[in-house]
């Protein structure tokens, strides 16, 4: 258990923060506007990317964006609409957007001096908004000028598929084995991919429960099949437990000796 805890990687998006609640208020907020539920949708997804001059889809979501896809939305179905209310968005951004237990675990990383660093998506705009409304901005910081920042950015090419594994590999160079790092990610596929690829690198899934595309199932499947191709993966049902796992001490173990 000692072993691979010179630094933990965080994902952040449903693994640190309650993602689909945010989705669900932007899906909403469109629909407060005049969209049905399916258009809501809609246009949560082509707020996600834009092109750009070379034709290239680029993950450009932000608030910004997403104003002006659903402004633009509405227009098409003949409904003006000066401002959009954020209201419901902005309810959901504080603290209370961390999934249980998330502080804690940074705390204690901390407290044991252990290197942390982010991973999250290639849209930095809105990335540092949910850093700030959760309070995770005081543990990670993104490069600015001279200051190294330890928040690890994929890739925005939207076609570009396993981001998450190339940004990890440009970052963990001199260790690409995955030796003395620890992974929290909350996609079991991923995970899956990203253990087999750092047979070193102990990787743990967390669901976060409000995702209804993944069920415990597919957590023991993703589990079972890193184990196969080589790959450290466990699959904890929360970060609580995941910070008992990493940090309680030993207890004494009932024999007498
Ligand atoms: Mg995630």
């Not at 090419?157 to 909350?186: H, P």
Request: one cysteine or more; proline letters at 2%; a negative charge.
């Amino acid at each position: 258990m000692q072993d691979n805890k010179d630094t933990i990687i965080f994902d952040l998006d449903g693994t640190l923060i309650k993602t689909e609640r945010l989705k669900d208020a932007f899906k909403q907020i469109a629909i407060d506007s005049g969209c049905t539920s399916c258009e809501a949708d809609e246009v949560y997804k082509s707020a996600r990317t834009a092109k750009d001059k070379e034709g290239t889809e680029r993950l450009v979501f932000s608030r910004e964006h997403f104003t002006k896809v659903l402004k633009e939305f509405l227009a098409q179905k003949n409904i003006e609409v000066d401002e959009i209310d954020f209201s419901r968005l902005e309810s959901e951004l504080s603290e209370d957007i961390l999934l249980p237990g998330a502080k804690e675990l940074l705390e204690e990383a901390k407290k044991h001096g252990i290197k942390i660093i982010l991973i999250t998506l290639g849209e930095e705009v809105w990335q540092q908004e949910k850093l700030k409304a959760s309070g995770l901005d005081k543990y990670f910081y993104f490069k600015d000028g001279k200051k190294e920042g330890n928040v690890i950015i994929t890739d925005n090419n939207e076609k570009v598929k396993g981001r998450k594994m190339e940004a990890l590999r440009s970052n963990l160079d001199k260790n690409i084995t995955g030796e003395g790092v620890t992974f929290i990610n909350d996609k079991p596929w991923e995970t899956r991919d990203i253990a087999i690829e750092f047979p070193e690198m102990m990787c743990y899934a967390v669901p976060e429960h409000d995702d209804e595309r993944y069920n415990l199932t597919k957590f023991d499947e993703a589990q079972s099949q890193a184990k196969e191709g080589g790959g450290k993966f466990e699959g904890v049902e929360t970060l609580e437990e995941l910070n008992r796992r990493l940090f309680s001490k030993e207890r004494y173990d009932g024999s007498r000796k």
